[in-house]
């Protein structure tokens, strides 16, 4: 089910858009404000931004940059400004579409299809696997966050891979020791996988993406 977050502070558009997107099939989250926007970002994983340019509290061209900055995520705009020069800059900063109020819920919810047809098909063409702001490049098995390449190594490497290929599912301790093995093909005990855990987190400087579940294993994602 793919998650649609709404920026918006019309309680009458919030409603109108949270039954059409549920009817569709759509998990549907709101957010009034950039402060809220941004912290829900961070902790969830959105599929698609519904975004308002003009917010209580600054306007949906920040919040558009940041999220083209740190993550890849599709953003569709939601503007009655009509003016060439809003629609111009909100393309320059990376949204995928526009559309202007008053507008036909049926005509946003093809929107939304044919911007998300297109972002998986990418995906699967570049063969990415993100979480909040860290992404994993299959094909060159390499790993990024905020952009920045992290650096680690090929055992780290098959740990984290495992781990974002199966998000929000538990992963055993058990799991993980069957599946990697140290540079030299010996088995990795369990007390060496705590310490490859922290290295990650470590190098990931974040504790929050790797997430224990106590006397089980491991989890990226909710």
Not at 28 to 34: E, G, R, V
Not at 66 to 83: H, Y
Not at 111 to 128: A, M, Q, T
Request: charged fraction near 35%.
């Amino acid at each position: 089910m793919k998650k649609i977050l709404l920026v918006e502070d019309n309680d009458t558009i919030i409603m109108g858009l949270k039954y059409s997107l549920e009817q569709e099939g759509f998990q549907f989250i709101s957010s009034k404000t950039k402060k809220d926007t941004q912290e829900i970002i961070e902790k969830e994983r959105i599929d698609l931004v519904l975004l308002d340019i003009t917010l209580i509290d600054g306007n949906g061209f920040d919040i558009c940059k940041l999220i083209k900055e740190k993550f890849d995520i599709p953003v569709i705009f939601l503007t009655a400004q009509d003016e060439e020069t809003s629609v111009v800059k909100g393309l320059d900063l990376g949204a995928d579409d526009y559309i202007v109020k008053p507008f036909r819920n049926r005509e946003l919810i093809s929107r939304i299809n044919s911007v998300l047809r297109r972002y998986d098909k990418n995906i699967e063409k570049s063969n990415v696997i993100q979480y909040k702001d860290v992404k994993i490049d299959v094909d060159m098995a390499k790993v990024y966050k905020d952009n920045n390449e992290v650096i680690l190594t090929s055992l780290e490497y098959k740990i984290l891979l495992l781990l974002f290929s199966n998000q929000n599912k538990l992963i055993t301790r058990e799991q993980l020791l069957d599946k990697i093995w140290d540079i030299a093909g010996n088995f990795v005990n369990d007390n060496t996988l705590t310490v490859y855990i922290k290295r990650i987190r470590e190098k990931l400087h974040d504790e929050s993406i790797i997430r224990t579940v106590r006397g089980l294993g491991y989890r990226v994602g909710d």
